[in-house]
Every structure is written in structure tokens, then in C-alpha cells.
T-cell receptor, first 109, second 115 residues
Framework: GIQVEQSPPDLILQEGANSTLRCNFS?????LQWFHQNPWGQLINLFY???GTKQNGRLSATTVATERYSLLYISSSQTTDSGVYFC???????????FGTGTRLKVLA | NAGVTQTPKFQVLKTGQSMTLQCAQD?????MSWYRQDPGMGLRLIHY???????DQGEVPNGYNVSRSTTEDFPLRLLSAAPSQTSVYFC??????????????FGAGSRLTVL
């Protein structure tokens, strides 16, 4: 089955810094989403982005489907950005979301 | 609008006991799914459903049963609990399967401990 790898596994930033999180996948996909899991365990969808670029405030994401990776950019990080960021993919013809193991982000005040 | 509701939030079981985790959504979503989250392993798909009466296995289905008799409800049954099933369980739903702009909406999670 498809493999989904995220890097880095852990990241510590000072408030105000920028960061880039990466998601690599091993097969073509027709669905890719980024999620944030806050310190209380709640999972929130950030982007649906099987290809192209999207922006939402300080967050943006880019997926290069032909090269099988997606990037999540966080600018001017805030302590509320702390938590774990997951990407999830679905390969064509299936209904199975496969998640990466996540990037754990800690933003220090 | 409640979204996806999971019950119970916490449960402690003894090895061999059975239980059902409940999941209900009020968004008329066709797609529903169950995941387990273990430390360092992300979320793994247990079972999913693309509509009432239709279910299928995910990555880690052993030890779990599901059914989908209505659009709203998708319960997860543990037939004979084992310590390896200690985990946090999440239910999620989306509007039109897995294609298109059908983002997953998650419930708050259920923390299960099997002694």
C-alpha cells in the first residue's frame, strides 16, 4: 500500500519564526489533506489540497502531485500553533485515508 | 450543529470484555470511518463506510466489528477486548466519499484502556 512519510518528526520554534513541514507519499493520490491536532487532542482540517497551492492566513500549503510531496508553511508562528500536524492521502479508486506519523511542533513564547 | 459526536469519552475495560463505541453525525455525510491513534504511529484506519449498509476494512480491522444501519450512526464494536486495543479512537465523516473537496470532520475521540 501507499507509504506516507512526514518530516521533521519534531520541531521547536520561537514565537514569530517560520517553518516548513513536508509530506512525501509513494503513489499517486486524488485526495490530500492537512490536519492540526491541538494539545487537547482535537483534530482540525487545515487544507484539502491534492494539487496546487492554497493559503489561509498565516498558513499555506503546496502539493506537487507529479513529484509526490506536499508542503505546509507556517509563518510568524504563535504558541497556539503548537500540536501535531498530520497529512492524510487517498489513492485513486480507494476509500481509505492513510495518515503520516505527524510532525510535533512546539512554539515557545 | 453538533458535527460528529463520540461516546463515551473515556472507558476502562478488563481483558475479554466487549463494548461499543458510538459515533453519530448530523451532517448527512455518506462517508464515515474509525481510526485508532497510538503514540508515535499517527492515525490508522480500522473500518469505513461509504453509505448505509456498506462497510469495509481498513488497515487494522482485526478485533473490531462495524455496521451502518443508518446514515447518521456508525458504531464500533470490540468483541473481546485485549490490552493491545488500548488506544484513542476517533470517528470521522465526510460528505461525498474520499474524492472531491470532501474534508474529514473528526469527533473528539474516545480514550479506551484495557487492563
Amino acid at each position: 500500500g501507499i507509504q506516507v512519510e512526514q518530516s521533521p518528526p519534531d520541531l521547536i520554534l520561537q514565537e514569530g519564526a517560520n517553518s516548513t513541514l513536508r509530506c512525501n507519499f509513494s503513489d499517486s493520490v486524488n485526495n490530500l489533506q492537512w490536519f492540526h491536532q491541538n494539545p487537547w487532542g482535537q483534530l482540525i482540517n487545515l487544507f484539502y489540497i491534492p494539487s496546487g497551492t492554497k493559503q489561509n492566513g498565516r498558513l499555506s500549503a503546496t502539493t506537487v502531485a507529479t513529484e509526490r510531496y506536499s508542503l505546509l508553511y507556517i509563518s510568524s508562528s504563535q504558541t497556539t500553533d503548537s500540536g501535531v500536524y498530520f497529512c492524510a492521502v487517498v489513492t485513486s479508486g480507494t476509500y481509505k485515508y492513510i495518515f503520516g506519523t505527524g510532525t510535533r511542533l512546539k512554539v515557545l513564547a | 450543529n453538533a458535527g460528529v459526536t463520540q461516546t463515551p469519552k473515556f472507558q476502562v475495560l478488563k481483558t475479554g470484555q466487549s463494548m461499543t463505541l458510538q459515533c453519530a453525525q448530523d451532517m448527512n455525510h455518506e462517508y464515515m470511518s474509525w481510526y485508532r491513534q497510538d503514540p508515535g504511529m499517527g492515525l490508522r484506519l480500522i473500518h469505513y463506510s461509504v453509505g448505509a449498509g456498506i462497510t469495509d476494512q481498513g488497515e487494522v480491522p482485526n478485533g473490531y466489528n462495524v455496521s451502518r444501519s443508518t446514515t447518521e450512526d456508525f458504531p464500533l464494536r470490540l468483541l473481546s477486548a485485549a490490552p493491545s486495543q488500548t488506544s484513542v479512537y476517533f470517528c470521522a465523516s465526510s460528505g461525498g466519499g474520499t474524492s472531491g473537496a470532501n474534508v474529514l470532520t473528526f469527533g473528539a475521540g474516545s480514550r479506551l484502556t484495557v487492563l
